[in-house]
């Protein structure tokens, strides 16, 4: 079967470094992405990976490991406005028609 | 750009009765929309994929019958929820994806159904 799991909730402070880890076991396989979704909003793409190897989008980088089935996402200097949910997701399916299967998501509570 | 609306945002309505929720992206053709079904503080569940002028592909156990989709341009498609009953309440949420950018997907803001 399918799963990606997340850890449920990561807290840090403001300032901090945290990282979300993202382990997958999905039928098919063409990269990995992010999403972030506030509390009622619409998920927000963050990054995506396809290649082993570091991404890096600003205060953002997310990070992917094929042969480990393995990922995360590293946020850093963390902000307030950074508390939301985060999600990975494998893209799978044939090429023009990839559609994404979702982690089990991260609640991040980001503290003064 | 990449601006994905739904209409409505909230929607109530009594058990028996059907439920029409569009989902548009307003600033580029959409060649695939999806839709998802959300429970509070849960993950995404893919309900189904559609493309314009095809029909759409449904996930395992999403009942075609009752979540009917239509992708009638390359801006819009519409789910609805037919014979609504108090466990389909939820948030659905639609997302819509460029030819330019095979890998990133456009959500909308969703919609809170409730189905008293």
Request: with cysteine; charged share 20%.
């Amino acid at each position: 079967g399918q799963s990606l799991e997340q850890p449920s909730e990561v807290t840090a402070v403001e300032g901090a470094i945290v990282q979300i880890n993202c382990t997958y076991q999905t039928s098919g396989f063409y990269g990995l992405s992010w999403y972030q979704q506030h509390d009622g909003g619409a998920p927000t793409f963050l990054s995506y990976n396809a290649l082993d190897g570091l991404e890096e989008t600003g205060r953002f980088s997310s990070f992917l490991s094929r042969s480990d089935s393995y990922g995360y996402l590293l946020l850093q200097e963390l902000q307030m406005k950074d508390s939301a949910s985060y999600f990975c997701a494998v893209s799978e399916g044939d090429t023009g028609f990839q559609k994404l299967v979702f982690g089990t998501g991260t609640r991040l509570l980001v503290s003064p | 750009g990449a601006v994905v609306s739904q209409h409505p945002s909230r929607v109530i309505c009594k058990s028996g009765t059907s439920v029409k929720i569009e989902c548009r992206s307003l600033d580029f053709q959409a060649t695939t929309m999806f839709w998802y079904r959300q429970f509070p503080k849960k993950s995404l569940m893919l309900m189904a994929t559609s493309n314009e002028g095809s029909k759409a592909t449904y996930e395992q156990g999403v009942e075609k019958d009752k979540f009917l989709i239509n992708h009638a341009s390359l801006t819009l498609s519409t789910l609805t929820v037919t014979s609504a009953h108090p466990e389909d309440s939820s948030f659905y949420i639609c997302s819509a994806k460029m030819a330019e950018k095979l890998y990133e997907q456009y959500f909308g803001p969703g919609t809170r159904l409730t189905v008293t």
